[in-house]
């Protein structure tokens, strides 16, 4: 029996950097920094997106030494501004047509006034209408490796998007009952009999939600109680786990592969391949170097009617949205001291250092992650 610590990530690779400072400043460090650097680890040809980063960077360090009802509008600007970057940085839109008048955020809010901030709606608008780009939806694409699925206008409630808000999930769950919809996985192959396969251990109520966005031919779940004891030796050992842990857990297995001396190769690269075809649309490292190399695995969210693959990314960002609006034109609607106040402080004080995590790692090859010691 063996095992190899493995996540479907394909081949990305990421480098996992430590840190004494605050994470914000040496993430900026990170990313002012690719200004400086040549392709393909430069985040751009010709510093084309040089003007964006520091805009950037200047909302959103100002917007950490603020108070969070200023804070909220600064981030959702700082946002905007590295949306831009990294679109061009992708070669997603080019770097003249960001500066021209043909591109806009791609996002609006009518007047209202929800009883719940969770309620509070905003308009998203088709990547293109008009001859004109919209950013949101072009980010969204770009983030999801997938087509947005509408073309017109559609309208999103706030509480469709942030149960992928992972920083705020107490608070979302103590004030609104809204569950958290990121599930935290670890991941191996498995080696036994001479046959190779691909296992995930999740908790026992995330399997529903896991099985419904993959093949369901080829795949079995396990609950720890049918365990052997091989089984369970193989995650101990993998991960440093206790048995306690495992319970309440299930291990989710993809088709087992016998193989020989001649063709192990072979037939690991069969496996991996199962592993992709189940996991890749959907399996997201995490935004910080992670102890006991755990991963993120996300859902489809539902739209207007139409799922689509999502990033946790994109919720922060129309959350900042939604922040800004009502910071600008219904600061009534957060008034001190109450559930929907709280809700934006703690997003302002844990979220907006994770949306710049997440776009770190996406400018950046190998991906980089900010751990502090």
């Known amino acids: 029996m063996g095992f190899i610590k493995y996540i479907p990530f394909g081949r990305t690779r990421y480098a996992d950097l430590t840190t004494t400072t605050r994470p914000e400043v040496q993430l900026w460090q990170e990313l002012v920094m690719l200004r400086h650097l040549k392709r393909p680890v430069g985040i751009s ?43 061009a940085a992708k070669r997603v839109v080019t770097a003249s047509m960001m500066k021209s008048t043909s591109v806009y955020h791609g996002l609006s809010a009518e007047p209202q006034s929800p009883t719940r901030i969770i309620d509070f709606e905003i308009k998203v608008h088709p990547p293109l209408h008009g001859g004109k780009r919209n950013l949101f939806s072009t980010l969204c694409e770009r983030l999801t490796r997938s087509p947005w699925p509408h073309n017109g206008t559609i309208t999103v409630r706030a509480s469709d998007v942030l149960p992928y808000c992972t920083d705020i999930s107490a608070e979302l769950y103590k004030f609104y009952s809204l569950k958290k919809s990121i599930i935290i996985a670890q991941s191996l192959v498995r080696d036994g009999q001479n046959t190779l396969w691909f296992e995930i251990n999740v908790p026992d109520h995330a399997v529903p939600v896991i099985q419904s966005h993959i093949p369901k031919r080829g795949t079995t779940a396990v609950n720890y109680n049918s365990m052997n004891q091989q089984d369970c030796s193989d995650w101990l050992l993998a991960f440093n786990r206790t048995r306690q842990s495992l319970g309440g857990t299930t291990f989710i297995r993809t088709t087992a592969h016998p193989y020989n001396s001649n063709n192990r190769q072979n037939i690991f690269d069969l496996v991996d391949k199962d592993a992709a075809q189940c996991y890749s649309k959907h399996a997201l490292a995490l935004p910080v170097p992670p102890e006991y190399e755990e991963w993120q695995f996300v859902p489809r969210v539902s739209l207007a009617g139409k799922t689509i693959n999502w990033h946790p990314l994109l919720s922060d960002y129309l959350f900042a949205f939604v922040l800004s609006t009502i910071l600008r034109y219904h600061p009534h609607l957060l008034p001190n001291d109450t559930e929907a106040s709280f809700t934006a402080e703690a997003w302002c004080n844990q979220s907006a250092v994770t949306v710049l995590r997440y776009f770190l790692m996406e400018v950046t090859t190998p991906s980089v992650r900010i751990a502090c010691s």
């Not at 040089?50 to 946002?79: E, N, P, V």
């Open 45 to 87: 040809a010709n510093k084309a997106s040089a003007a964006w980063i520091d805009q950037a960077k200047t909302y959103f360090l100002d917007a950490c030494g603020s108070d969070w009802r200023t804070a909220g509008l600064l981030y959702y600007y700082s946002f905007l501004n590295l949306s831009k970057a990294y679109l």
